[in-house]
């Protein structure tokens, strides 16, 4: 098995791409050891000292390191696990694999425009996003704020603020009158 290696924007962050699926849909964000203790795969890589978030895409696995860890340490260990894990045979989640959408419902007056905002995300946002390592999911709309969700090598990136605000915020607003501005939640 060969897993390929990608950075991300996130200096602290590494994308892998084990070259089969990882997840059959949806994504999977475990920002501790106890919150990827459902997943064989995130448990096996919560092992290696020096990890400190998983985040599980449909083809790839992006790992963060603690502060102070060092990459050039780190990523021979993080590779033995991921392929400990698909010799192993076990799946990368116990149990029902995550919703595929990953957005938060909301209904109420604002459905339609909601509605809108979700297609932009999914259709132009997302698969941005996921080739960096990483997930933007909608998380609510109040009074013509967005809020949104980042996760993997989103969360923590030293850019994410920037294409929040220049990138997704302005292609919302153009599209959707509705929208005033983007918000970050963690």
């Known amino acids: 098995m060969f897993i390929q290696t990608e950075t991300t924007p996130n200096p602290a962050t590494l994308k892998f791409l084990p070259g089969e699926n990882v997840l059959g849909s949806g994504t999977a964000d475990f920002t501790s ?37 060092v990459w050039d340490h780190l990523k021979p260990s993080v590779l033995g ?15 029902a694999e995550p919703d ?5 419902a909301h209904d109420g007056p604002d459905a339609e425009v909601v509605g809108q905002i979700k297609e932009l995300l999914d259709t132009r946002v997302r ?25 993997g090598a989103c969360a923590g990136c030293p850019s994410s603020t920037l294409t929040l605000k220049m990138g997704i915020e302005n292609l919302l607003r153009h599209y959707i009158p509705e929208v005033i501005e983007v918000r970050p939640v963690a």
């Open 33 to 69: 050891a106890e919150e990827g203790a459902a997943s064989p795969l995130a448990r096996r890589i919560f092992a290696v000292e020096g990890v400190s978030a998983v985040f599980l895409g449909r083809n790839f696995v992006t790992v963060t390191k603690a502060d102070g860890a």
């Open 127 to 151: 698969p941005a996003v996921a080739q960096d390592g990483g997930d933007i999911t909608f998380h609510g709309f109040d009074r013509g704020i967005v809020y949104l969700h980042m996760q």
């Open 81 to 95: 696990a991921i392929m400990e894990h698909y010799q192993s045979g076990a799946p990368a989640l116990e149990g």
């Open 100 to 104: 595929s959408s990953g957005h938060a």
